[in-house]
């Protein structure tokens, strides 16, 4: 099928148009027209591109992709080898950042309060990538820990004082969003989980006596783009759709 068509339904569903974001979202390297198999998986890099190849994938899709602001926009050393590797054989590459975190049917943040079974969890009104809500039943900081654990296969790396306090409200945000720790415990969170951590990050919990929970970038974000792969193989039965999970331990 016209990899135009797969770009177009994608970027309508993910609503690309509503939201400003770091990076470019929908098709940012042009390959072959025509697709047959996708892979999708969390970061653009070479084995990924590799994988795709190795499959005959020609349209790679991810949440994290290239052209970040900020960044050089000179194509050399790993940026050159990647986009070369990608043009050479033909590949598209489409990545999703931000819409792929707040969507509300796969996103990212939708889908991780729903694996921790949160009930009423919302983006905060300010903070689209924020969310809040409440624990299944209330339980302490080590609970808590446990229930993350069992759930992304993974242990977070904790920050609290107190492992035997009660939580009941609590907010998160995937992927790098340690720093909203203190907004997190403005808006009523006695606990905050993101992905990553920083030195600082430990002090503010510390000072803001609000345990963090630092689960994984990655871990925290294989959901959405998952989801994206499924979604996409309901729309398109015809496309061999797939995802590969290539581990960070970041
Ligand atoms: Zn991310």
Known sequence: MKTAVIEKTLNEFLDIKKIKDYAPNGLQVEGCKDTTKVLCGVTASLELIDKAIEIGAQTIIVHHGYFWKNESPCITGIKKKRLS????????????????????????????????????????????????????????????????STNLNRPPLSIFLDSDKILSTVAWSTGAAQDYLETAYEAGAQAYISGEISERTVLESRELDTPYFSVGHHASETLGIRALSEWLKQQFPELEVSFVNIDNPV
Not at 107 to 135: A, H, M, V
Request: include cysteine; hydrophobic fraction near 40%; charge should be neutral.
């Open 85 to 148: 590797r990608l043009l050479t054989k033909n590949i598209n590459l489409l990545a999703y950042h931000l819409p792929l975190d707040i969507n509300p049917v796969i996103g990212n943040n939708y889908l991780f309060g729903k694996l921790l079974g949160i009930q009423d969890g919302r983006p905060l009104e300010d903070y689209p990538c924020l969310n809040i809500g409440t624990l299944p039943k209330p339980m302490t900081v080590s609970e808590l820990a446990n229930l993350i």
